[in-house]
């Protein structure tokens, strides 16, 4: 066999060989089960955009003791149901309150004599052995808000009021589904309670399931 052959025949097994690779690389590989087309649809990037966060509207922030004064204020301006309660912790509070009565007589006598003098926020504590009839007249968590109170408590002739301090429970009021005519109606309690603040954020997950609604009945 001449060299030519010879280099023929090799060329020859060489396409053969070429050939026979690329044949394998190009065959579908049935073993392969084909994905259903709404599995398909799923791996592929996403044709809808994420629908944007709700916003909540938060009033806060209030000693759990003075939660009743809040609530009352809600019902009067007619947002019952449209306000969760939600507490926050415990927070160190600055107290200005009358210290304990020998009993509830003499505490409610006290009441009465605040009525007098114009005060409309007390509240006599019950069921607390170390602070009991003592009367609550407001939690600050600034001591600058707790001295103005009470310089206009001694104004009012309220002389037995001191300020302590407590770790109280916080709470804070949310308002989800917010919108422009209840935002403006929170504005309007919000004065009524001038330390209080409202604040825009976007909505916690756990919204509709933590916290208690406000109803008349609280």
């Known amino acids: 066999m001449t060299l030519s052959v010879m280099r023929a025949l090799f060329f020859l097994l060489l396409f053969i060989n070429l050939a026979f690779a690329l044949y394998i690389q190009l065959e579908p590989d049935e073993s392969r089960t084909p994905l259903p087309a ?5 791996t592929g990037p996403s044709s809808e955009a994420a629908p944007p966060p709700s916003i909540c509207l938060e ?21 019952d149901g449209k306000l969760k309660s939600r507490t926050m912790g415990m927070v160190p509070y600055y107290w200005v309150h009358i210290p304990p009565l020998t009993n509830k007589q003499h505490a409610e006598r006290k ?21 009991n009839n003592a009367i609550s007249l407001g939690f600050f968590e600034k001591i600058e808000d707790a001295r103005a109170f009470l310089a206009v408590l001694r104004n009012k002739r309220v002389v037995s009021a001191i300020i302590g301090a407590r770790n109280v429970e916080q709470v804070k009021f949310v308002a989800e589904n917010s919108s422009p005519d209840l935002e403006g109606q929170l504005e309007k309690l919000k004065a009524e309670f001038p330390n209080s603040r409202i604040t825009r954020t976007t909505c916690e997950p756990s919204a509709g399931t933590h916290g208690k609604a406000n109803t008349a009945a609280q």
Do not use: C, M
């Open 38 to 42: 709404e599995l398909q649809a799923k």
């Open 111 to 131: 009441i009465g004599e605040l009525k007098r003098r114009d005060i409309t926020t007390y509240q006599i504590v019950e069921g607390d052995s170390k602070w």
């Open 59 to 79: 009033w806060e922030a209030f000693a759990k003791p003075d939660v009743v004064h809040v609530e009352a204020a809600i019902s009067r301006h007619n947002l």
